[in-house]
T-cell receptor, first 114, second 112 residues
Framework: DSGVTQTPKHLITATGQRVTLRCSPR?????VYWYQQSLDQGLQFLIQ???????AKGNILERFSAQQFPDLHSELNLSSLELGDSALYFC?????????????FGPGTRLTVL | TQLLEQSPQFLSIQEGENLTVYCNSS?????LQWYRQEPGEGPVLLVT?????EVKKLKRLTFQFGDARKDSSLHITAAQPGDTGLYLC????????????FGQGTILTVHP
């Protein structure tokens, strides 16, 4: 158990819909990262928040957005869903934001868009 | 854009054999991390290397960071069925803060 929790574990929805994925970081960790894992693209970095502020952005679509709340939990919002958005979405947290900081990954949310 | 090429993509071996997984890039990374991922779970960190030429050992696993900090390798000695899983290398550094760039992964199967 990494200490990072993600809900829900599975999500099945239809194209055009909007969903929200939730992540609670390990106690004391200030940094939260979101990653998408698909068979063809592998694990791709989406976005990072540090203590409530956006720190880095990866290949995140404009239809996707995220935020980190004062209690440090984070939400990833995916809208106008397409079939290609079906993937595993992982949240990770680390104490700070350094390149050598260990990132602890949650169990992931499996999103299926039908 | 930083890219990490990981090879081989698939590895199927017998128990007791040795194996090496490679991770190469044309970019310099400040750190290189190796993860192992089981089906239905998130990646779990095995090791972080930060110094060029660094070698770290974790029981039967040996990790090496290239002198130029552009490549890394994972060597497993006397593989066991419990080593079966997806192995991922990931690089971090530069102005990207802690964000990780992952390789495509190596699916290792060790047969008893």
């Amino acid at each position: 158990d990494s200490g990072v929790t993600q809900t829900p574990k599975h999500l099945i929805t239809a194209t055009g819909q909007r969903v929200t994925l939730r992540c609670s970081p390990r106690s004391g960790d200030l940094s939260v990262y979101w990653y998408q894992q698909s068979l063809d693209q592998g694990l791709q970095f989406l976005i990072q928040y540090y203590n409530g502020e956006e720190r880095a952005k990866g290949n995140i679509l404009e239809r996707f957005s995220a935020q980190q709340f004062p209690d440090l939990h984070s939400e990833l919002n995916l809208s106008s869903l397409e079939l290609g958005d079906s993937a595993l979405y992982f949240c990770a947290s680390s104490a700070q934001t350094g390149y050598a900081d260990t990132q602890y990954f949650g169990p992931g949310t499996r999103l299926t868009v039908l | 854009t930083q890219l990490l090429e990981q090879s081989p993509q698939f590895l199927s071996i017998q128990e007791g054999e040795n194996l090496t997984v490679y991770c190469n890039s044309s970019s310099v990374f400040s750190s290189l991390q190796w993860y192992r991922q089981e089906p239905g779970e998130g990646p779990v960190l095995l090791v972080t290397v930060v110094t060029g030429g660094e070698v770290k050992k974790l029981k039967r696993l040996t990790f090496q960071f290239g002198d130029a900090r552009k490549d890394s390798s994972l060597h497993i000695t006397a593989a066991q069925p419990g080593d079966t899983g997806l192995y991922l290398c990931a690089g971090a550094g530069g102005t990207s803060y802690g964000k990780l760039t992952f390789g495509q992964g190596t699916i290792l199967t060790v047969h008893p």
